[in-house]
T-cell receptor
Framework: NAGVMQNPRHLVRRRGQEARLRCSPMKGHSHVYWYRQLPEEGLKFMVYLQKENIIDESGMPKERFSAEFPKEGPSILRIQQVVRGDSAAYFC???????????FGPGTRLTVL | DQQVKQNSPSLSVQEGRISILNCDYTNSMFDYFLWYKKYPAEGPTFLISISSIKDKNEDGRFTVFLNKSAKHLSLHIVPSQPGDSAVYFCAAFNFGNEKLTFGTGTRLTIIP
């Protein structure tokens, strides 16, 4: 049973470009969470999704950030018009149902030049 | 507003001795607490958890203690091994609000 997969592992973008981060949850997991870790900080919750639904996006910046988890395919975290402050490690986690341990992927390290 | 706090950014412990990592929280609504271990360039790995209705949970070398009145939990690792060197994150959530709230982490270094 493969773990949570994220790609790309490293992503470099220039200011103003778009970044797309992908997350494939563990088999059988329908709950996906995105977290961001800024340098020297802990992980901060961004958004919680179930298939085709956003359940909680209270941690998402109001502009430029969006997330989806379509019926088929991976969950996507999209950052439009990236700025230097978006440089961080973005982690995806999944769980089989709410209230269970969350299993994390290896993360995508985004660098904005 | 940091609801989960790990006040020690780093800790060094001799191999074979006990490692004690501490975590404090402010939100009395948390139902469940977890410890994650993280190596560089990898995602956090779940280690051990405890429900708010318990005060202790043990799994091999790892034991988590919860003191609800003090809003404090700790992770004990005994005996400590070189492979335990990593960053340890304390996390919490309450049922019905499934997001994990993480502390800032403690870097544990085991000295051979």
């Amino acid at each position: 049973n493969a773990g949570v997969m994220q790609n790309p592992r490293h992503l470099v973008r220039r200011r103003g470009q778009e970044a797309r981060l992908r997350c494939s949850p563990m088999k059988g997991h329908s709950h996906v969470y995105w977290y961001r870790q800024l340098p020297e900080e802990g992980l901060k919750f961004m958004v919680y999704l179930q298939k085709e639904n956003i359940i909680d996006e209270s941690g998402m910046p109001k502009e430029r950030f969006s997330a989806e988890f379509p019926k088929e395919g991976p969950s996507i975290l999209r950052i439009q018009q990236v700025v230097r402050g978006d440089s961080a490690a973005y982690f995806c986690a999944s769980s089989p149902f709410a209230g269970n341990e969350q299993f994390f992927g290896p993360g995508t390290r985004l660098t904005v030049l | 507003d940091q609801q989960v706090k790990q006040n020690s950014p780093s800790l060094s412990v001799q191999e074979g001795r006990i490692s004690i990592l501490n975590c404090d929280y402010t939100n009395s609504m948390f139902d469940y607490f977890l410890w994650y271990k993280k190596y560089p360039a990898e995602g956090p790995t779940f280690l051990i958890s405890i429900s708010s209705i318990k005060d202790k949970n043990e799994d091999g070398r790892f034991t988590v203690f919860l003191n609800k009145s003090a809003k404090h939990l700790s992770l004990h690792i005994v005996p400590s091994q070189p492979g335990d060197s990593a960053v340890y994150f304390c996390a919490a959530f309450n049922f019905g609000n499934e997001k994990l709230t993480f502390g800032t982490g403690t870097r544990l270094t085991i000295i051979p």
